[in-house]
């Protein structure tokens, strides 16, 4: 009874895992914003008109944000889904749990399923929270490069 009852968990944990849309990758992001640093280091910033100047600061301070926020959301993440790794939810781990009895009764994964799911469902929800804002933190960048573009090409056309 035990032991389908545990079957039966991790072959629902395995279908959640392997066989859904659920997807466990997290992206790291960085900008090659590398000119505005060398003009800010340079001081030669200062050449540039205070509207361009102004709007390529507040450029980077958001590409800035936007990393900050991603890595503290990736370690987040990753302290809530691995535990689950350790708790026996590893795909193709109960594969190989099959041929050894002894050591899946020590590990005792099926009183552990209930956590295992609860953990994935909230580091699933924390990760698409997450890329949700990221998208549109990068919007909100997209549209602040459009303005400075229209700035820089108005600067040039006097």
């Known amino acids: ?4 009852r545990f079957l039966r968990n991790l072959i629902y944990l ?6 859904s849309k659920l997807d ?6 960085r900008f090659q ?7 800010e280091s340079a001081g ?14 507040d450029l980077k301070k958001r590409q800035d944000l936007i990393i900050e926020f991603t890595k503290s959301n990736y370690d987040y993440y990753m302290d809530i889904i ?39 469902e909230y580091a699933q929800f924390i990760k698409n929270y997450s890329e949700w804002n990221m998208i549109n933190r990068l919007d909100e960048i997209l549209t602040e490069i459009n303005k400075i573009t229209e700035l820089i090409n108005s600067e040039l056309n006097k």
């Not at 466990?24 to 992001?29: R, S």
């Not at 914003?33 to 003009?39: C, H, K, M, Q, R």
């Not at 030669?44 to 600061?57: Q, R, S, T, W």
């Not at 795909?91 to 209930?114: V, W």
């Open 14 to 19: 395995r279908k959640r895992l392997t066989q």
């Open 44 to 57: 030669d910033i200062k050449l540039i008109p205070v509207d361009i100047k102004n709007g390529l600061m």
């Open 1 to 4: 009874m035990r032991i389908r």
């Open 82 to 120: 691995r535990p689950t790794g350790l708790a026996g939810s590893i795909p193709g781990f109960e594969d190989r749990l099959k041929n050894q009895p002894d050591l899946s009764k020590i590990l005792n994964i099926e009183d552990k399923a209930d956590i295992i799911i609860i953990s994935i």
């Open 33 to 39: 914003n590398n000119t505005i640093a060398s003009l």
């Open 24 to 29: 466990f990758t997290v992206d790291q992001i």
